[in-house]
């Protein structure tokens, strides 16, 4: 499934670059579980495909982002996950995207 999806995803950047639009970068999302025992990613798909995706069609790689089941909780009951779990791997991987995206400009 990996790289089926990174085939849209290269897709959807050259159909961008044809039209001159600006490419921002590259978020690689469901980058690994985050283990409900002991908080940290477990990469069960593999990883380094956003980045190396993102080298090759000349783009900015801007982070990882794992699933974690408790987002989906928050989800179901209308929490801010990063407000619930401002320590979470999640929301840290969100923050450096974050800061990536302010740095670039």
């Not at 000349?58 to 974690?68: E, K, V």
């Not at 929490?79 to 302010?102: H, L, W």
């Amino acid at each position: 499934p990996q790289e089926l999806s990174l085939g849209d995803v290269r897709k959807s950047i050259n159909f961008c670059k044809t039209l001159k639009m600006q490419v921002f970068g590259l978020i690689e999302n469901m980058s690994g579980f985050v283990c409900p025992h002991c908080g940290k990613p477990i990469d069960i798909f593999g990883s380094g495909g956003g980045s190396r995706t993102a080298l090759a069609m000349d783009i900015p790689f801007l982070g990882r982002i794992p699933m974690d089941p408790k987002m989906v909780q928050s989800a179901d009951t209308g929490e801010s996950y990063m407000e619930k779990f401002p320590d979470s791997e999640v929301t840290k991987a969100y923050n450096q995207v974050v800061a990536k995206i302010i740095e670039e400009g």
